[in-house]
């Protein structure tokens, strides 16, 4: 409003005139407060005065932007959400739910929607990503100890996003309505039904059913049909991603109010000479608390700490976040064009696609389940989540935390934890290849002995040993974790990798899908 | 710092480069783009845009005419790609029935090999070009299709007479005008549709006799009623799908629905055809298919060896010529009806699914080549396939001379509980009339009327001990030592001893069959002595012994 | 190296020693790169085949279909007449706001604002801004073959 000084002057409609004039940089004035993010206040008031950028702390430690300390894993998770739920929303406007005209409008979008089938590789890819990464993200944090005090809650707050984002795949399974996801969802419900089979065992089942229940909950039928697509297409679109949403927001604001990802307590020193367009703050002494301190209580996770070489989120921090961004997107679009989504043919409920496989991420469970279905469906499954959300209540060591694999026993754990977790496994599995088990043996053992007495239970009770051992041998929670850990992890990958390269028709074992009889 | 701004900018820029390809892929690359583009109709360009068929009564959305443009409704020729020839004219058009309900094939897609359907996830491809015909299958039913041999006839009337001349039939004939131009005559290739003047013969050979002169004069003569009939069955059959007739004909004359039923009819003991042509490629074996993975390929050689593509399969290899394979692979195609809205339903289609009217000719040479012949043989000479009993040389003089019509016919109505025969009185089996036709036709077969028996049906007293000991020694072999049969018929059976009249075992065990394993007892051989009359009652009380399994 | 530190407070702009044509030029392409994408996502909501009925389709007139009688294929919005001139068909459907127009001997009436169109088509009464469109007819055998998204000028009929 440079007029100012002569606006006594003017007539009303000259004022008005002047008005319509400076509009443009007086709304401009009105959305963007600050100015040019050029010094350290307007770079702050740029993070806290934008909705979506208020998450971030306004600055950001050096340690964090290390391209080795998160490896991008949990941006790309995000994106990777971000990008499904724009594809998403963009296939919603042409998908059907309702049995054989979803198959139909998936051949609508995969041959006439314009970009259609690109979206749709996108969405399938960036969601396959986002379980890949959303593992390696676990595990990161995991082996950088970053689930220690104060960050258990959010530790939480990461399985529950890791059970929601598989089970977001899961009903995206059945959308397309093909032979595929009509038999995997089958198998899945069955699955979900399998506590029945604890409970048929017990002769429990005419006065308590949870199985059926859970069944029943899930299809809304008997079989599977337009209330489960409808069921599925709800949780996939509406309940599922706002439940994924806003468990987000939860972790995002706890990274910053835990005091920003975990570092090492010698982070400063380690990180050594700064580069010169860096701006570390606190040089003088420690006296920040970042709370109002009169009327908070308690000490911010900062307090304590010597001087810190943080720099201003922005740009520093949104250039990394937009980075990792781009790449996630270079990533998906570059899947998609290469390689399509798959569309088998139409669902027919009376020949059941031999073997019915289910996404891959969920094969080492199928694999599982060919011994028990409770067990390998939902025991074992529970077990593990109950363990993995125990780890940062048990190990409260501290040495180590921010580094990777860092803690008592270290890499070398590590080391013999994957020798371990992955022979195990491979032993068993060859036992139960070659030789069949219990019910081969003694065709008249009861259920309940094949429920717990069965390669699932038997791997999962020798990594449990075993990291029993570790916490004897080397004194340390945080040992025995490692060794769990990493047994877990890599149990996952064997048992996946014999799910969906060594499995056929009826689930027999061959070496290579070539020799696969053809029906 | 600055590594997250390159990795930025190279990502953005990697990531720009990948949707630039993919917007040309999707806006420039397409098969049906490049063809639109340099499609030309009276050398002027069209609009580039997806087109489609959309029929809802039949759930039909084909997109076929996004490159076959042309064969679009109200399209023209058009030239600049193979892909946009104008369809040959039919009688059903495109704009009411669309691509996909004859032709097979995804119509969904807009992709060549996606829209033909040869890719592994559609399980109903295009049918080949040679096999189009069998499309009509999918609402059609040819009714009273005859045997190959009364159709060839029928055929071979129509050429010696040169009705050709003036009629026009199939894309051939009609030169001549009969009354020296004006109309030719008519067009006879859907006459089994529009039905015709059924006193056609009386008016023509009236026009022959008042022409002095002149095409009628020289080009008409007298036809025989015999040769009448045969033409006569041989036009019901003109419905514009000739080479699907002669398929549906040769079906009528090997037998195949004495095992396999289609459309309710037919025996149970091999599979339901009714919906054979639909079977999904991906649901087959095509180990030992040395040809391009197709239905047609398969039957194919299924026909040739049936053993070979289906483990445990009591087919037979049926020893056809490869033009009569293509024949049957073409018919069998041809089974693929689809659920149809009442009012697409063909009428022939209602006759045979409501009115249960027969999809065959019903005279008894017909009958016996549809429902007999793969077991007795095209001309009741009988049958032995590798791995199966022998089947009885029913058209055998030896036979036909000694058995009753009550007799044939009652075996054709009970069957042999246990055998291969079934009572064919069952549901989905022969009428009475049309059994009554067969054995007719088996008296023709075999040129032998039956000598009516002037004993009574049971008269034989004989010495069953002697007879268990003859029956041992020259019978078992054959018959099993219980009659249980073998490499001859079971006569240890309720049926077989309950039709079989004393005087038809005493003539058949001393006659014997000519030309089958069963030699005539009356005389010696070289390895046995001949059996006397007494002896041979003997037999027959022994056998009369059994009470029948 | 703080404590040589050319800047005096937190509060003074960072000192630009060049222009950031890196982040610049990242941001620039992360930028376009978005918009393009967004370019080709808004292409998406744009049907390009629509899903209803081919707008060609073949009727077969009953032969008791008296001059000046509409005849109304099932499912179509166009009124077929023959009158000893040939074959022509109206469409059915009010240049007004799309309503279906009934069919009556003194012409077309619209249920939905009372526009009235005379037997040819003419506007005689209410809103609707344009007579009633004719439609090209062709002859295929003894099926006419109406197409609704030729319009011909009225008065022409098919023989």
Not at chain 1, 461 to 468: G, K, N, P, Q
Not at chain 2, 152 to 170: F, N, S, V
Not at chain 2, 474 to 493: D, M, R, T
Request: hydrophobic residues 40%; aromatic residues 10%; proline residues 6%.
């Amino acid at each position: 409003m440079s007029t100012n000084t002569t606006n006594q002057n003017r007539s009303g409609l000259e004022k008005f005139w002047d008005n319509l004039r400076a509009l443009p940089e007086y709304f401009r004035g009105t959305a963007f407060r600050t100015g040019v993010p050029n010094t350290d206040r307007t770079r702050s008031s740029f993070v806290f005065g934008n909705l979506f950028l208020h998450l971030h702390s306004v600055r950001t430690h050096l340690w964090s932007l290390k391209w080795s300390t998160t490896m991008g894993l949990g941006i790309i998770t995000t994106a990777a959400f971000l990008i499904t739920l724009i594809t998403g929303v963009l296939l919603m406007f042409y998908y059907k739910p309702y049995p054989d005209v979803a198959y139909l409008s998936m051949k609508d979008i995969h041959f006439v929607v314009p970009t259609g089938r690109f979206i749709r590789n996108i969405h399938r890819w960036a969601a396959n990503i986002m379980v890949v990464t959303v593992i390696l993200h676990m595990a990161r944090a995991f082996y950088t100890a970053a689930y220690r005090k104060p960050r258990e809650f959010n530790w939480l707050m990461g399985i529950a996003l890791l059970a929601i984002t598989l089970a977001m795949s899961f009903t995206g399974y059945l959308l397309p309505w093909d032979q595929l996801a009509y038999w995997a969802i089958t198998i899945g419900a069955n699955i979900a039904q399998s506590p029945r089979e604890l409970t048929d065992a017990l002769g429990l089942t005419e006065y308590i059913d949870p199985g059926g229940l859970i069944r029943l909950l899930l299809l809304g039928s008997d079989n599977v049909g337009p209330e489960a697509l409808i069921r599925f297409y709800l949780l996939h679109i509406m309940i599922l991603p706002l439940i994924l949403a806003m468990l987000m927001g939860v972790h995002f604001w706890r990274i910053r109010k835990d005091g920003g990802l975990a570092r090492p307590v010698d982070a400063e020193s380690r990180l050594g000479v700064l580069p010169t367009n860096t701006y570390p703050v606190f040089t003088q002494a420690p006296a920040k608390t970042y709370q109002l301190a009169a009327v908070v209580k308690g000490r911010t996770p900062l307090v304590g700490r010597g001087p810190e070489s943080t720099v201003p989120s922005m740009p520093h921090l949104f250039y990394a976040e937009l980075a990792v961004l781009m790449f996630t997107v270079f990533i998906c679009v570059t899947l998609a064009l290469i390689s399509d989504a798959p569309l088998k043919e139409l669902a027919n409920p009376s020949v059941p696609e031999n073997p019915a496989k289910a996404p891959w991420y969920f094969l080492g469970l199928q694999e599982l389940v060919s011994f028990s279905a409770f067990m390998g469906g939902i025991g074992i499954p529970t077990i593990v989540m109950i363990g993995l959300g125990l780890i940062p209540f048990l190990d409260r060591e501290e040495n180590g935390t921010g580094e990777w694999f860092g803690g008592t026993g270290g890499l070398d754990v590590v080391k013999r934890a994957t020798f371990i977790g992955l022979a195990v496994p491979i032993f068993i599995e060859t036992i139960a290849i070659s030789f069949g088990w219990i019910r081969e043996w003694f065709p008249q053992t009861p259920q309940i002995i094949v429920t717990f007495i069965n390669p699932a239970t038997i791997i999962t009770l020798a990594y449990a040993l075993y990291s029993i051992y570790l916490v004897r041998r080397y004194n340390s929670t945080r040992a025995g974790a490692l060794g769990l850990f990493t047994c877990f992890l890599c149990g996952f990958l064997v048992l996946t990798i014999i799910g969906t390269y060594f499995r056929g028709p009826n689930w027999v074992f061959y070496w290579s899908p070539l020799d696969w009889p053809k029906h | 710092m600055d590594k997250n701004k390159y990795l930025l900018l190279w990502s953005s820029f990697a990531a720009f480069i990948v949707l630039v390809i993919a917007a040309l892929s999707d806006n420039y690359w397409k098969d049906w783009q490049q063809i639109q583009k340099n499609a030309r109709a009276d050398g002027k360009t069209i609009d580039v845009k997806l087109r489609q068929i959309v029929i809802p009564e039949l759930n039909t959305t084909d997109r076929c005419v996004s490159c076959h443009v042309s064969m679009a409704p109200g399209e023209q020729a058009m030239t600049g790609h193979n892909a946009l020839l104008a369809h040959k004219s039919v009688v059903h058009d495109t704009s009411s029935f669309g691509c996909t309900i004859c032709h097979g094939g995804q119509g969904l897609a807009t992709e060549k090999d996606d829209a033909h359907g040869n890719v592994h996830f559609w399980p109903e491809p295009m049918l080949p070009k040679e096999f189009s015909y069998a499309g009509c299958g999918t609402c059609h039913t040819p009714l009273s299709v005859p045997n190959l041999n009364t159709l060839t006839k029928g055929k071979t009337l129509i050429e010696r007479y040169d009705c050709l001349a003036c009629h026009r039939m199939d894309g051939r004939g009609g030169t001549i005008r009969p009354d020296g131009g004006g109309m030719e005559g008519n067009d006879l290739s859907y006459i089994g549709i529009k039905g015709y003047d059924l006193a056609w013969y009386s008016k023509h050979i009236n026009n022959h006799n008042e022409a002095q002169t002149g095409t009628w004069r020289n080009s008409f003569g007298e036809i025989s009623e015999d040769d009448q009939k045969n033409i006569a069955s041989f036009l019901s059959t003109r419905i514009g799908a000739p080479k699907l007739i002669e398929a549906k004909a040769l079906f009528n004359s090997l037998g195949c629905m004495g095992c396999h039923k289609v459309n309710g009819v037919g025996g149970d003991a091999g599979a339901d055809l009714s919906r054979i042509g639909f079977k999904d490629p991906g649901q087959l074996d095509f180990s030992n298919v040395t040809a391009q993975h197709t239905l047609a390929n398969w039957l194919a050689e299924h026909f040739r060896s049936p053993i070979s593509l289906v483990a445990g399969s009591q087919m037979p290899a049926m020893g056809l010529s490869e033009k009569e394979i293509e024949l049957l692979t073409m018919y069998v195609l041809s089974l693929r009806r689809r659920e149809l809205p009442s009012s697409f339903s063909p009428k022939d289609r209602a006759k045979v699914i409501q009115f249960k009217e027969r999809e065959f000719a019903t005279d008894g040479r017909t009958l016996y080549g549809t429902f007999c012949a793969s077991c007795h043989g095209r001309n009741g000479e009988g049958a032995r396939y590798p791995n199966t009993q022998a089947f009885p040389a029913i058209a055998s003089p030896d036979f036909l001379a000694i058995a009753s019509d009550e007799f044939i016919s009652n075996t054709i109505r009970k069957g042999r509980a246990g055998r291969r025969m079934a009572p064919w009185e069952k549901d989905g089996g022969l009428k009475p009339n049309e059994i009554e036709a067969i054995t007719k036709h088996l008296r023709e077969l075999g040129k032998t009327s039956f000598t009516p028996e002037i004993t009574p049906p049971r008269w034989v007293k004989g010495d069953a001990n002697l007879g268990s000991r003859l029956y041992k020694a020259n019978c078992s072999g054959c018959h099993g030592l219980k009659g249980q049969g073998g490499e001859g018929p079971a006569l240890n059976n309720k049926e077989f001893l309950g039709s079989a009249t004393d005087t038809f075992l005493v003539q058949t065990i001393t006659k014997g069959r000519r030309n089958t394993p069963m030699a005539g007892f009356e005389n010696p051989s070289p390895i046995r002595q001949a059996l006397s009359q007494k002896e041979v009652e003997a037999i027959v009380t022994h056998i009369r012994n059994w009470k029948g399994e | 190296m703080t404590e040589e530190s050319p800047k005096k407070s937190r509060l003074d702009p960072e000192p630009i020693a060049r222009r950031d044509f890196l982040g610049l030029s990242a941001l620039f392409a992360a930028a376009s790169t978005l918009f393009f994408a967004l370019l080709g996502m808004l292409k998406l909501p744009k049907t390009a085949v629509l899903s209803s009925p081919s707008k060609k389709f073949p009727v077969v007139l009953p032969d008791s279909l008296a001059t000046g009688e509409a005849f109304i294929p099932q499912g179509r919005s166009v009124a077929v007449f023959r009158d000893e001139k040939g074959v022509y068909a109206i469409s059915t459907i009010c240049t007004h706001l799309g309503c279906v127009v009934k069919n009556n001997p003194e012409g077309f009436e619209c249920p939905c604002h009372g526009s009235r169109f005379s037997v040819d088509g003419t506007v005689t009464k209410g809103p609707a801004p344009r007579p009633l469109p004719w439609l090209k007819v062709t002859r295929n055998g003894d099926k006419w073959l109406v197409d609704e998204t030729t319009i011909v000028t009225p008065g022409t009929k098919a023989t």
